[in-house]
């Protein structure tokens, strides 16, 4: 069976199943490829291919935080090519102001050509205390569509951080509408939502049933939405295996 352009909606130590980067499947073989994974500079990058190992993950998708490089991990991912791939770097206070600061190291790493992905991009993400700031961007802002258009051209897909359960309602209605258009704007693109955007069973089953293109990274989700992702997991399993039959 060959699953050509489809990502699983998972459980488990890894996030999302992104089969993007997968080899044709034999019969009965299941493996997890983590599609969002982040390390700062007090992360031992050895522990991470470690950990790989243990958890069963072939493959991940890293990207660097707080004072950690980026070229740390291409330095890795040269070295481990077959289990890491570097992301490109969007957060941080150049992103949220969108100074030039940003574009210039946006656009440098796209065109080094040693990134394979590109991070997670911070629409909202609510301010945890001393240790995060607040971030609230729609996609429609510049910052936004420049990482958005580099991961179009080079066919990755697009990881969104909305924070949905920290937002009021309106500006929740404003999000979830963001999310929506942009969506069927590009419909041919894949987008994975960090942490289920903090949304409960139902309102991911309505997502998934209104765009085969948005994808859910289940980590730090809330444990009680669990049994009610698993049901709709299962649902979606069974249309992708269907249509890799087909194929």
Do not use: C
Not at 121 to 142: I, M, Q, T
Not at 221 to 246: C, D, I, Q
């Amino acid at each position: 069976m060959r699953l050509k352009k489809y990502v699983l909606h998972a459980t488990g130590i890894v996030a999302a199943m992104l089969l993007l980067l997968a080899q044709p499947l034999k019969a009965g073989e299941l493996y997890f490829i983590d599609a969002h994974s982040q390390v700062d500079e007090k992360v031992d990058l050895n522990d991470v291919l470690a950990l790989m190992q243990q958890a069963g993950v072939r493959h991940t998708i890293l990207s660097a935080r707080g004072k950690r490089k980026g070229s740390d991990l291409v330095a890795v991912a040269s070295r481990h090519a077959s289990q890491i791939t570097p992301a490109v770097r969007s957060k941080g206070a150049p992103f949220a102001e969108g100074s030039p600061k940003y574009f210039r190291m946006l656009d440098a790493q796209v065109a080094s050509g040693k990134y394979g992905a590109m991070a997670e991009v911070l629409l909202y993400h609510a301010k945890k205390g001393n240790k995060a700031p607040e971030y609230r961007l729609l996609p429609r802002e510049k910052a936004v569509v420049a990482a958005l258009q580099h991961a179009k051209r080079q066919n990755w897909p697009f990881v969104i951080h909305i924070e949905f359960a920290a937002l009021p309602g309106t500006d929740r209605r404003v999000f979830m509408q963001a999310m929506n258009e942009l969506l069927k704007k590009y419909p041919h693109m894949n987008f994975v939502l960090t942490h289920m955007g903090q949304l409960g069973p139902e309102e991911v089953s309505r997502l998934i049933n209104e765009h085969d293109n948005l994808y859910f990274h289940t980590a730090w989700m809330n444990p009680a939405g669990m049994t009610g992702l698993v049901r709709v997991g299962f649902k979606r399993l069974h249309r992708v295996v269907e249509a890799g039959r087909a194929a």
